[in-house]
């Protein structure tokens, strides 16, 4: 069984920053794949970036290319997703998931998920 926790997630103007953490308990995570997912009211659950627990390899998608950092620690059994340069766009329910495989961007391939956190980007 795994665990997971988001937390960070409030309301920040067009241009602000949040950072996000994913807190995993009941497992360890080096050969875990943690992903990040969003899905904004009326829209899909989409792929935001991820990371391989053992490698360190990330993935990001496109629409946050070059804004959005994922990040480990190892220690802490955490992933953050610092978020940079936020956008009205960007807002949403943010979800951290894990999966023992390397996995990436299909969430149906995602075995663990956290509760999820708020996001709100105004202006």
């Known amino acids: 069984q795994v665990q997971l926790v988001e937390s960070g997630g409030g309301l920040v103007q067009a241009g602000g920053s949040l950072r996000l953490s994913c807190a995993a308990s009941?497992?360890?995570?080096?050969?875990?794949?943690i992903g990040w997912f969003r899905q904004a009211p009326g829209k899909e659950r989409d792929f935001v970036a991820a990371i391989s627990w053992g490698g360190g390899s990330t993935y990001y998608a496109d629409s946050v290319k070059g804004r959005f950092t994922i990040s480990r620690d190892n220690a802490k059994n955490t992933v953050y997703l610092q978020m940079n340069s936020l956008k009205r766009e960007d807002t949403a329910v943010y979800y951290c998931?894990?999966?023992?495989?390397?996995?990436?961007?299909?969430?149906?391939?995602?075995?663990?998920w956290g509760q999820g956190t708020q996001v709100t980007v105004s202006s």
């Open positions: 009941g497992r360890t995570f080096s050969a875990y794949t």
């Open positions: 998931a894990a999966d023992h495989r390397l996995v990436i961007s299909d969430p149906t391939k995602y075995d663990y």
